[in-house]
């Protein structure tokens, strides 16, 4: 019942995409921009997974376990790269909220999804958040920057984001070797004791040490099941469609792809590479800046 794993290989990252240059990860490697490249072609991260809408998916990481770098798909770029977040001129590092220390999961996406920001969620009663759906990856793998790994859809938690929809889907990867015991949200729950707490408690406070409030949730924080996800899924991946027929108007989001044949925004590889080599050059990354270590202490709610 499960398609083949696909990783694609070699993230090209060679050339960035107009960001200013910095961030840096353990071992060295650059912040900047990414685009995918699988073999020598070039594709879009946003676009380039096969999309399965059962309780199966597949997920490209960005943000792996214990990192802090806040990196995100760059909705608004040709190509949809994967950048480090800047604010106000500087480079976004998640904070250490006491007791997590950076990201307690492999933290990404699911390609050819959408969170409409034009679309009232009838769960949560607010808009989307504009970007594709997040998936937090449970299994023991740190996965790498890019990486394209198959999961297993167990749950959802629907969080408010600063007055937007903000669903993170709860998932393990199908390669995991506890794998099969994970069907259900419940099995979080009993295998991974204190796991889904710590994650509700994650999102809550994320943004408090940048002066934000808590964020809230729909369904007091109760996580939902892995039905009520793959439905989340198939109905974000819906508005994906309209968005990428252009059906939908995604504002300033850029589109450009080069496998979804019929749609207004499809693209050659040599005008795709034209993309790719008119962005400036990779720099050095940037030294983490030693506040990043910090920790923060709140008192709970
Ligand atoms: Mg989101």
Not at 73 to 82: G, R
Not at 181 to 195: A, L, S
Request: hydrophobic share 35%.
């Amino acid at each position: 019942m499960f398609f083949c794993k696909q990783h694609l290989t070699g993230v090209n990252a060679e050339r960035g995409a107009g960001q200013p240059a910095g961030g840096s990860v353990p071992g060295g490697a650059a912040g900047n921009g990414a685009c995918l490249s699988v073999g020598s072609k070039l594709c879009s991260l946003w676009v380039r997974a096969s999309f399965v809408a059962k309780a199966t998916a597949f997920l490209e990481s960005h943000v792996q376990r214990l990192m802090q770098l806040l990196l995100q798909i760059a909705t608004k770029d040709p190509l949809n790269p994967i950048k480090q977040d800047v604010k106000k001129g500087k480079l976004r590092y998640v904070a250490n909220v006491f007791p997590h220390k950076g990201y307690i999961w492999n933290y990404g996406a699911i390609p050819q999804t959408w969170e409409d920001p034009g679309h009232k969620d009838e769960n949560t009663g607010c808009c989307g958040d504009n970007d594709p759906i997040d998936v937090c990856e449970i299994g023991s793998k740190v996965c790498s920057r890019g990486e394209v790994i198959k999961v297993k859809v167990l749950g959802t938690l629907a969080l408010i984001d600063e007055g937007e929809t903000d669903w993170k889907i709860i998932a393990i990867n199908i390669e995991d070797p506890e794998a099969e015991n994970y069907n259900d949200i419940n099995d979080v729950r009993r295998m991974k004791p204190g796991y889904l707490e710590a994650t509700v408690d994650w999102f809550r406070r994320y943004k408090v040490p940048d002066g934000k409030p808590e964020n809230q949730f729909a369904f007091n924080g109760e996580f939902k099941d892995k039905d009520f996800a793959v439905n989340v899924i198939k109905s974000t991946h819906e508005h994906w469609k309209a968005l990428i027929a252009k059906k939908t108007d995604g504002g300033e989001i850029s589109c450009t792809n080069l496998t979804v044949s019929g749609s207004p925004f499809c693209c050659s590889q040599e005008c795709a590479k034209a993309t790719v080599d008119a962005a400036p050059p990779c720099k050095a990354a940037n030294p983490i800046p030693p506040e990043v270590d910090r920790w923060f202490y709140y008192q709970k709610n």
